[in-house]
């Protein structure tokens, strides 16, 4: 995945466990300080699940593309926590 490819997906995977976050504890838009705070938790927790997810080999060595399987593999713990936040699982 390229570095632009990395940033939009990054940028999906927090809107999607924000807006899962939304869910179960809104957040009014107003509370800017609440919202920074809820969107690094959020960061800090897609770090440790792409840690958790990754293979070692792309982890050693992040000049590597991931290729669709990966990509697949980290899209699947994405929409699963998103899941398991709202309650579905």
């Known amino acids: 995945m390229s570095e ?3 940033h939009s997906y990054f940028d999906w995977q927090v809107s999607t466990l924000m807006l ?3 869910v179960i504890d809104p957040i009014p838009r107003t509370d800017t ?3 920074a705070q809820r969107e690094q938790e959020v960061q800090r927790e897609i ?3 792409a840690q958790a997810t990754i293979p ?3 982890k050693d060595n992040p000049q590597i593309d991931f290729p669709p399987a ?3 593999l ?3 713990a994405t929409l699963k926590r998103a899941a398991m936040i709202v309650g579905i699982v």
């Open 4 to 6: 632009s490819g990395t």
């Open 20 to 22: 899962a976050y939304d």
């Open 33 to 35: 300080k609440r919202q």
């Open 47 to 49: 770090h440790d699940m």
């Open 56 to 58: 070692q080999v792309y």
């Open 70 to 72: 990966v990509v697949m």
């Open 74 to 76: 980290l899209t699947r």
